[in-house]
Structure formats: structure tokens, C-alpha cells
């Protein structure tokens, strides 16, 4: 039984589920999460707030996806696969599970993947099982990830290699790992003073 606040929750969650989309038992979906005309997130799944869950997105059993991310139209996510926050996954993007896939009896095992906070991957991209992007790295569209990519990377290409560092605004490329350029200094300056004024 609901209590009155979950059931409003609910009804205001319901809200952002089109109604051709299926979301199976035990799906987490945080508020302001908007999920298109026939996603499908299978059981257990977890989706964090405010992201958008694009048409024809497919979303494995226990599949964990953060915050404020955009998985665009087409993707596929598999088990094993953990997205963090503010990741931008481009259409019809393709992950992996199964390092050497073959289609009759065998054991197999899923191979984890990890995409950290930020991370941007371009539009038709598939990325190998087993790789962990760091934050903020941009992918080139197309590409196909077999390597680890480190944080603030921009890599692209079929395998995707390391092309410079890239600025987590994704505009301006930097010649130091990790550096911001000014804008996204003064911003992240900014949000640090006011998460510190705010406790
Ligand atoms: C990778 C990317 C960010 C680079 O943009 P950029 O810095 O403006 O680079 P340029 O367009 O100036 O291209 C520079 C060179 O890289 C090549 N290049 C650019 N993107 C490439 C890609 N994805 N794969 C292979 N080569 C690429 C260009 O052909 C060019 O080659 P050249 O120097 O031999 O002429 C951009 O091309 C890209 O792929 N963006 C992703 C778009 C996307 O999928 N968005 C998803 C949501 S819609
Ligand atoms: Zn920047």
C-alpha cells in the first residue's frame, strides 16, 4: 500500500512513462526521469533522476544508471554495465557484456564496463566489455572502444584512440590532464563556494 506522498510521486513519475514503453518488476526510476515510446528497462534496472531514456532504448536486467543522464534514442545498455552521473550516451550507441560471444551452450560470464560521471559518447559508437571511460572523456561518433580512455580525454576512431585532453565543457581542448579552461573554472568555482555556503 502506498502512503499519499509515494502515490502522488508515483502519479507524477507516471507522468514522464509514455505508455508504449514496458518497465519491468523492481525498476527504480528517479523523479523528473522522462522514459520515450518503446524503451524497454528490464527487471531491477535503477535510473536515476531527471534523465531521458530515448525511444527504442533497451535497458538490461540490473542495469545502474546515475543521475542527469541522456541515453539517446536506440542505445542498448547491457548487465554489467554501470553509467555514472551526467553521462550523455549518443543514438544508437551499443555496449557489450560478453567478451567471446558464441551463440550455442557455453558458460559465459559478463564482463563489467564502467562509464564515469560526465562522460560523453558520440553517436554510433560501440564500446568492447571490460573498459572503464574516465570522467568527463568525449567519444567520437563512431568509434568503437576497446581501451581504457583516461578522465578529461578526447578519443575517437575504430579502436578509438586518444586524440588530446578535452575540457569538461567538451568545446576547448587542453594541453594538461584535468584542467579546466577558464568559463568551466569560474563555474566549478562558483558551485564549490555555494555547495560549501550551503551546509
Ligand atoms: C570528435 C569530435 C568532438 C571532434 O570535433 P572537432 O574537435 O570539431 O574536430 P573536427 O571536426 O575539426 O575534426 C578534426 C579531425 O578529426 C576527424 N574526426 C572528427 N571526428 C571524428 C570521428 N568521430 N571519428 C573519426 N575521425 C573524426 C576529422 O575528420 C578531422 O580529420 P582531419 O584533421 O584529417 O581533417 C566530433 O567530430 C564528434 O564526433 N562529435 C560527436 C557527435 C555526436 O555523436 N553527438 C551525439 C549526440 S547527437
Ligand atoms: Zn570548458
New binding site residues.
Given amino acids: 500500500m502506498l502512503t499519499t506522498d509515494e502515490y502522488k510521486k508515483w502519479l507524477e513519475l507516471k507522468k514522464h512513462i509514455h505508455h508504449t514503453a514496458i518497465v519491468e518488476e523492481g525498476v527504480k526510476i528517479g523523479e523528473g526521469t522522462k522514459v520515450w515510446h518503446y524503451a524497454h528497462i528490464r527487471e531491477n534496472a535503477e535510473i536515476g533522476r531527471d534523465c531521458v531514456i530515448g525511444k527504442d532504448v533497451y535497458i538490461d536486467h540490473h542495469v545502474k544508471i546515475g543521475n542527469g543522464c541522456k541515453i539517446?534514442n536506440g542505445v542498448s545498455v547491457f548487465t554489467g554495465v554501470t553509467i555514472e552521473d551526467n553521462v550523455?550516451v549518443?543514438?544508437n550507441v551499443t555496449f557489450t557484456n560478453d567478451k567471446y560471444p558464441r551463440a550455442f551452450p557455453h558458460t559465459w560470464k559478463v564482463t563489467p564496463t564502467f562509464i564515469h560521471k560526465g562522460v560523453g559518447i558520440?553517436?554510433g559508437s560501440m564500446v568492447i566489455c571490460g573498459v572503464d571511460i574516465g570522467i568527463y572523456a568525449?567519444i567520437?561518433?563512431?568509434?568503437v572502444v576497446t581501451m581504457d580512455i583516461p578522465s578529461y580525454a578526447?578519443a575517437?576512431?575504430n579502436p578509438a584512440k586518444f586524440i588530446s585532453w578535452i575540457c569538461k565543457c567538451g568545446q576547448v581542448?587542453m594541453d594538461t590532464q584535468g584542467k579546466l579552461c577558464p568559463d568551466c573554472c569560474k563555474k566549478e568555482l562558483q558551485e564549490m563556494l555555494s555547495e560549501e555556503n550551503s551546509y
Avoid at 140 to 143: D, E, F, H, V
Wanted: aromatic share 6%.
Fill in positions: 539517446e550523455l549518443g543514438p558520440g553517436a568525449l567520437g561518433a563512431g568509434s578526447l575517437y576512431g581542448r
